[in-house]
Antibody, heavy 117, light 111 residues
Framework: EVQLVESGGGLVQPGRSLRLSCAASGFTFSNYDMTWVRRRAPGKGLEWVA?????????YYVDSVKGRFTISRDNAKNLLYLQMNSLRAEDTAVYFC?????????WGQGTTVTVSS | DIVMTQSPLSLPVTLGQPASISCRSS???????????LNWFHQRPGQSPRRLVYKISNRDSGVPDRFSGSGSGTDFTLKISRVEAEDVGVYFCMQGSHWPPTFGQGTRVEI
């Protein structure tokens, strides 16, 4: 079964860091661009956050997280990461990993990040 | 960034009746490879999004044929020919043709 499972979310104070992980299974992970998408509030729209190419050499970020978030991957372990530094209240969201940013066909169940003092 | 505007944002439906959701993009969505990366998703509370249609009109495997996508240029539509109870939830469009990928606000479908 093709599957993505996120982990690492939680409650964190403003200015602190958190690392999200996304475990892939059921497909050849190293063949795909991978992406992180977030939903900041229930019922609100989705926002693309970051993207990484199969080799892990090209990364793209939404302007609001540039310089604070880093997307990376470990193809040997079938893992996708999102290192989030200098977190702000506005980063509070459910974070989803997904396969293929242009045609996201597989999504994880999401992990919740709450930034609050 | 490309703005994706959906309408309506709330759609009361009747079981067995048709339903239609519109999605308009602020810019043409033709990618350099000639494709238009316009996708439709369905999401139920507490669940991850499920892709229903990709590249305007291609239905994903396992998606009932009562769902259909159409459109061109900047105007796209998702239609449900006969609404069933399991179709409730939020539907949203998404463009992957231009960076960054962007999503519509979502349309809440309720019986």
């Amino acid at each position: 079964e093709v599957q993505l499972v996120e982990s690492g979310g939680g409650l964190v104070q403003p200015g602190r860091s958190l690392r999200l992980s996304c475990a892939a299974s059921g497909f050849t992970f190293s063949n795909y661009d991978m992406t992180w998408v977030r939903r900041r509030a229930p019922g609100k729209g989705l926002e693309w956050v970051a993207n990484i190419n199969p080799a892990g050499s090209d990364m793209y970020y939404v302007d609001s997280v540039k310089g604070r978030f880093t997307i990376s991957r470990d193809n040997a372990k079938n893992l996708l990461y999102l290192q989030m530094n200098s977190l702000r209240a506005e980063d509070t969201a459910v974070y989803f990993c997904a396969r293929d940013p242009r045609l996201p066909d597989v999504w994880g169940q999401g992990t919740t990040v709450t930034v609050s003092s | 960034d490309i703005v994706m505007t959906q309408s309506p944002l709330s759609l009361p439906v009747t079981l067995g009746q048709p339903a239609s959701i519109s999605c308009r993009s602020s810019h043409d969505l033709v990618f350099s490879d000639g494709n238009i990366y316009l996708n439709w998703f369905h999401q139920r509370p507490g669940q991850s999004p499920r892709r229903l249609v990709y590249k305007i009109s291609n239905r994903d495997s396992g998606v009932p044929d009562r769902f259909s996508g159409s459109g061109s240029g900047t105007d796209f539509t998702l239609k449900i020919s006969r609404v069933e109870a399991e179709d409730v939830g939020v539907y949203f469009c998404m463009q992957g043709s231009h960076w960054p990928p962007t999503f519509g606000q979502g349309t809440r479908v309720e019986i």
